[in-house]
């Protein structure tokens, strides 16, 4: 059986993908995966990309396989030219960052990234840049 969601935030796409549909093929062979955010400076031509959790959860090992998979491959590519709308551009990947909050944000606990405790400040940074500093 296909582990179903922690919460109620799934659209009945996931729902769909999740029951019905892993169930009917064999969810030994498939695993529906989320991310949360793809933070894209379209100016600056870089983006990351963010797992967000909430109440100090951790994802799971096939949700940690999966994002490390797909991590690579943006990491193999970055640098890359890509049409955009602003024309081809090289497009910059600058890593791949597992948000966790105490609570449900910044304003009402603390926040790790990448397993580190940071200030509401360096996660402003980390948006504003692309890095952890």
């Known amino acids: 059986m296909t582990v179903q969601r922690r919460d109620s935030h799934s659209t009945e796409f996931g729902e769909w993908l999740r029951c019905k549909y892993q169930d009917q093929i064999g969810s030994?062979?498939?695993?529906a995966q989320?991310?949360?955010y793809i933070w894209h400076n379209y100016r600056e031509g870089w983006f990351i990309?963010?797992?967000?959790?909430?109440?100090?959860?951790q994802p799971d090992l096939s949700q940690k396989d999966t994002h490390a998979m797909v991590e690579q491959l943006l990491t193999k590519a970055s640098g890359a030219p890509v049409k955009t709308m602003r024309g081809v551009r090289p497009a910059e990947y600058r890593?791949?960052?597992l948000v966790v909050f105490e609570n449900s944000s910044p304003?009402?606990?603390w926040?790790?990234?990448?397993?580190?405790?940071?200030s509401e400040a360096e996660l402003v940074g980390l948006l504003t840049t692309g890095r952890l500093k």
Request: glycine content about 6%.
């Open 28 to 31: 030994q062979n498939f695993s």
């Open 107 to 109: 304003a009402d606990g």
């Open 111 to 118: 926040v790790n990234v990448n397993h580190n405790r940071v």
């Open 49 to 57: 990309t963010i797992e967000e959790k909430r109440n100090k959860r």
């Open 95 to 97: 890593g791949h960052y």
């Open 34 to 36: 989320n991310l949360d």
